[in-house]
């Protein structure tokens, strides 16, 4: 009796180390289940890929018609995020759409469907945490039998910034001061507010290098170009 009770046990704990180290390869794999996986299409010359190299991704849509994804997928981020990456029409090699290295997508199938959710850090956390949260949306589809895409269109996810914290930030800016060393939380929260509607952070971030004194250059100038075209192309 002994004997099987410790035999019982060991099989208990076999069972529970297995279903613990399947659920942490789980958590460290990318949940691409939502997509086709197979080879029958393979990449096109495109960002982040050549002819002939093997697709990241592959739909297969319900008329016949498939469409490879071919990029970078972050394995250590949930779900399927990519960046620097072509959609291409498997038949004719033609390129759908392409994202680069700078953009961060996620992507997901519904039905007949791929969604691309384009998402960009932003700092609309609590105290001003930095967020990935989503600013445009692709659908590619099936439309009059034939591969359609809508294109990126802007669809900023909902967030709030509290007034107060909004009001004391601004308050702080002092004009001809420069930029200090915490320039990119500063250009992101005057990102942040414009997207809002704030039309004082929108004013200071459109004339950042006049409002401050300061010529921006290499990493602050991408950064504020870019939340510039960001702001205007959600805005528009």
């Not at 071919?70 to 960046?83: A, Y």
């Not at 500063?186 to 809002?196: P, Q, R, S």
Request: one cysteine or more; proline letters at 1%.
């Amino acid at each position: 009796m002994f004997r099987l009770t410790i035999i019982f046990i060991c099989i208990l704990t076999f069972a529970c180390n297995n279903k613990s180290e399947t659920k942490n390869a789980v958590n460290k794999t990318p949940n691409l289940d939502t997509l086709d996986k197979d080879n029958s299409c393979n990449c096109f010359d495109g960002i982040g890929s050549r002819k002939g190299d093997t697709a990241t991704l592959v739909l297969n849509f319900r008329n016949g018609q498939s469409i490879s994804v071919c990029g970078f997928v972050d394995k250590e981020m949930e779900g399927t995020t990519i960046s620097e990456f072509n959609v291409f029409e498997c038949k004719t090699g033609k390129s759908l759409t392409e994202y680069d290295a700078m953009q961060i997508c996620k992507l997901y199938k519904k039905k007949d469907s791929l969604i691309i959710q384009e998402l960009k850090y932003l700092p609309t956390g609590k105290n001003w945490t930095w967020n990935l949260i989503q600013i445009g949306e692709e659908i590619i589809t099936i439309k009059d039998k034939k591969i359609f895409t809508t294109g990126n269109k802007p669809k900023l996810e909902k967030f709030a910034i509290d007034d107060n914290d909004a009001e004391i930030f601004l308050n702080s800016l002092t004009k001809g001061k420069g930029h200090n060393n915490e320039w990119e939380l500063e250009i992101g929260k005057l990102e942040v507010l414009t997207l809002l509607g704030n039309e004082r952070a929108k004013y200071i971030l459109e004339n950042y290098e006049e409002y401050t004194g300061q010529e921006t250059d290499g990493a602050v100038r991408e950064t504020w170009k870019d939340a510039r075209a960001i702001t205007e192309w959600i805005k528009q």
